[in-house]
């Protein structure tokens, strides 16, 4: 059991199927690490790219982001599709919110889609 799991299951959040498809994806992309960061689940390449919120019993965040400090010199990244709760909040600063019960088949696409075209634009 990794780090992640153990504070997964004493977390035990309320929307634990949309947590776990969530996780899933993030532990699917090539070369991924996983850690506990700022009490939270933690995802990187190279440098930090994805961090989860679960403070909310009503919601899951993923934050995508290019690394632990900001990176003002990186090229924008750009995603041409978003899933609705979305928000930008600050240059490649991305906000994911799932408030759901558990992901649909699009959803859970379109989330590994939106995690894809930002790993590949990491520099």
Excluded: C
Excluded at 3 to 30: F, K, N, Q, W, Y
Excluded at 46 to 72: C, N, S, Y
């Amino acid at each position: 059991m990794t780090s992640v799991d153990v504070l997964l299951t004493e977390r035990a959040h309320p929307l634990e199927e949309s947590l776990t498809s969530i996780v899933t994806v993030l532990r699917g992309v090539p070369g991924v690490t996983e850690s506990v960061k700022w009490n939270s689940p933690n995802y990187a390449l190279t440098d930090d790219f994805a961090t989860l919120q679960l403070r909310r019993d009503d919601a899951i965040q993923v934050v995508l982001h290019t690394g632990a400090k900001a990176k003002p010199e990186h090229p924008a990244i750009v995603v041409d599709a978003l899933p609705a709760g979305a928000r930008w909040a600050g240059h490649n600063r991305l906000v994911l919110t799932y408030r759901e019960a558990a992901l649909s088949p699009d959803d859970r696409a379109l989330l590994a889609a939106v995690v894809r075209a930002w790993t590949s634009q990491l520099v």
